[in-house]
């Protein structure tokens, strides 16, 4: 089934090319930048400033043709596409948590982005911890049985089941 979407902004970031991008938006600590947000959707906005991070979904205009098996960044052997969080895929929709600073009429400024700039945002949803976050969950090829630590966030937290 083919769908239709339209984006309802731009997002702006120091980011030109892959090379150099944070893998993750935890990685991207003190990064900023914008999102312009166009005209039809500004009204949107109200009420969003209360929140402290919000998650971006966009379109990964600059991603190659996806692969369903793919060496990921933090591994050295392949994992199935749907198990990793690469960019190339059938619908390259991007997902980031970021730090939303502050609102300026249809400007939106954020820190903490792994987003190249340009980058079509296809919309935008409050960060809510009730919602968003588990104390603990499996983390598939991202744990590591041999040392038992977590790497999946990067900071070697022990494992705590
Ligand atoms: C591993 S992906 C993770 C993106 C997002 N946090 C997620 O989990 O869906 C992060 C990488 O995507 C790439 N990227 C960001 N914006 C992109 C875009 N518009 N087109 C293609 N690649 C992009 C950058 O190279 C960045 O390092």
């Known amino acids: 089934m083919a769908l239709q ?3 309802i902004g731009v997002i702006h970031s120091p980011y030109t090319q ?3 991008t944070p893998i993750q938006f935890v990685y991207a600590e003190g990064t900023e930048g914008t999102v312009e947000i166009c005209a039809p959707f500004v009204e949107g906005l109200a009420d969003l400033e209360g929140f402290d991070r919000i998650w971006l979904l966009y379109w990964c205009h600059r991603s190659g043709s996806p692969r369903m098996r793919v060496i990921p960044y933090r591994d050295t052997r392949e994992h199935g596409l749907f198990a990793t969080r690469a960019p190339a895929r059938p619908n390259p929709i991007g997902l980031s948590c970021v730090e939303l600073v502050r609102i300026e009429r249809h400007v939106l400024h954020i ?3 792994d987003i190249l700039d340009g980058t079509p ?3 935008i949803k409050p960060y809510v911890p009730a919602f968003d976050s588990f104390r603990t969950v499996r983390t598939g090829w991202l ?3 041999r040392t038992g630590r977590m ?3 990067g900071r070697f937290h022990r494992r705590t089941e």
């Open 121 to 123: 945002l296809l919309d």
């Open 151 to 153: 790497i999946a966030d």
């Open 5 to 7: 979407m339209q984006s």
């Open 18 to 20: 892959a090379t150099g």
């Open 111 to 113: 820190r903490n982005l």
């Open 143 to 145: 744990t590591k049985e």
